[in-house]
């Protein structure tokens, strides 16, 4: 058996390692564009920023470690020009000389990855307009940050972020814009205002609402960058991180079938239409592991996952992918933001029917050294109890939690399985009760109908009618800040002042999490009031104020 993998990175390198493994005497040739065969791409922005001081480490594999250890036949700098089926060979240019050879195969695995997108905007083939794709990139992006003062990035999604937090950490002055309201767009709002801020707070100026449209070169060698609303930025360099297209050229040449989002389209074996040809990775378009609905997500875990499953399917192993989740986290100055599954939007955007609650726990034990806060949401079928997403936001724990969501998620577990999670636990790194077990008690409570929830969104946006906003916090808290036109009664005071409250009207009842608030619900429910509790409780309510005082006032003047 003869396997011929184009793209030896992620996915690429993935399968010729399974494919090895499954079978000691197949021919296994691997054909890589670029210079590196397996590198970090993931650590790029950490090696620009100082963090990652040696190159070195991004290479994970070498080409000649991947012929010691597995012996692939792995050609760097050459590149795979056309597919013929029919013969079953592929046309392969070496780029060092532009000679060219035809490389048959029995089976052809597609790893080609996505490329970033540059829009054709005046000026966007400035030499200081970069991207970050390979090594050769973070080369020169390496280099372009030593001794800049200003640099401007363009697009706030996950690589916008890091580029962010690392540039800043090189004493670059950095400008982050990004077209959306929001940083991080996978996300709610709400849930990226922390990460937001601390992007702020470390030195970024982030503009939000703002959109590139063209580059002009200075005499100093740097570039300005003109935005639609007017405003000009001077920047020594650029980073343009506004997405990524599959690099499907190849597969649509050769006649295979491409999805709407332009993603090679694949089954669950990873097997494009053509029986003999695989694809994986940033190049595919999959399926959503929640909605079956087609999607493409550029992630490595799923791309390496992949190509171990292209590889057990070419060599008669049964194996098949599961769908897409979009597991993924992203670190923001110091506020780790993750999420798995549908968001809210997501759910609304398609349709899904979902209820969703909000905890602030801590990371660990309060009465514990070094305990951090985080605010996790889960989002959730009103019917079942299903799982149908989660996200979380703030210090260390964040990604343990929302690891043990996804795998629910996978696992098709539902709310009141959360309650029942036995997850490990010593002072140090967790709680008795785990911030998982509160979102299954939250969420669960509320499908029972033990204590009802209201949106801060809804408050915000004056839904609720004639309401009675109860706030069960101290007065010192309540003279803090409060909700407008909030009445303030201290929980421990509640049961002796429950003539104050009205018996025809919907109590909305709010502390600074959601656990007083809880318990004013449950005591005053007992009491024949019909109330209900905030969820998330202020802290929550101040997010959603948050994140729209980032979007209104710098919404496009295009009217987007
Ligand atoms: C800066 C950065 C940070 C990232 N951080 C994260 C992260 O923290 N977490 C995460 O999950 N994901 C992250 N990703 C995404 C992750 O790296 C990709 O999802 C993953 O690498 C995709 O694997 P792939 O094999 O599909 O493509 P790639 O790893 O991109 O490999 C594709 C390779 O194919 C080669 N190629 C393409 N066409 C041809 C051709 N015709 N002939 C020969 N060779 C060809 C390309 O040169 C390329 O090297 C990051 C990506 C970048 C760029």
Redesign the pocket.
Known sequence: MKVVI?????????AAARARRLDESAEIVL????A??S?A?????YYIGGEIESREKLIVTSAGMLHDRYRLDVRVR????RIDRQAKTVR?RRLENGAEYDESYDKLIL????A?IRPELPGIDHPKVYT???LDD?DLLHAATMGAKRAVIVGGG??GV??AENLVRRGVETTLIERNDQILTPWDAEMVAPAAAALRSAGVTLKLGAEAEAFEPQDDGGVTVALKSGEQLSADFVVMCIG?RP?N??AKAAGLAIGERGGIRVDETMRTDDPDIYA?????ETFDSVTGKPTQI???????RQ?RIAADNCFGRESRYRGTQGT???GACGVTAAMTGLSEKACRRLGVAFEKVYVHPASNAGYYPGAEGMTLKLVFDPENGRVLGAQGVGGKGVDKRIDVLAMALQAGMTVYDLEESELCYAPQYGSAKDPVNMLGFVAAGLLRGDHPVEHAHRLLDCELGDSFVLDVRSPGEHAAGAVPGATNINIDELRERLGELPKDRRIVAYCKVGMRGYLATRLLRQHGFDAVNLSGGFTKYERFVAARAEATPKMAPSGR
């Open positions: 184009i793209g030896a990175v992620a996915g690429g390198a993935s054909i890589e564009r670029g590196d065969p590198f791409n993931c650590g790029m922005p050459q590149e795979a020009l392969v790893s080609p990855g996505a970033p970050l794709r390979n973070a996950f690589i890091e580029m990524v690099e050229a190849l994986v990775g940033d190049a595919v550029p992630l490595a875990g799923p791309a390496n190509g993924a986290i992203v």
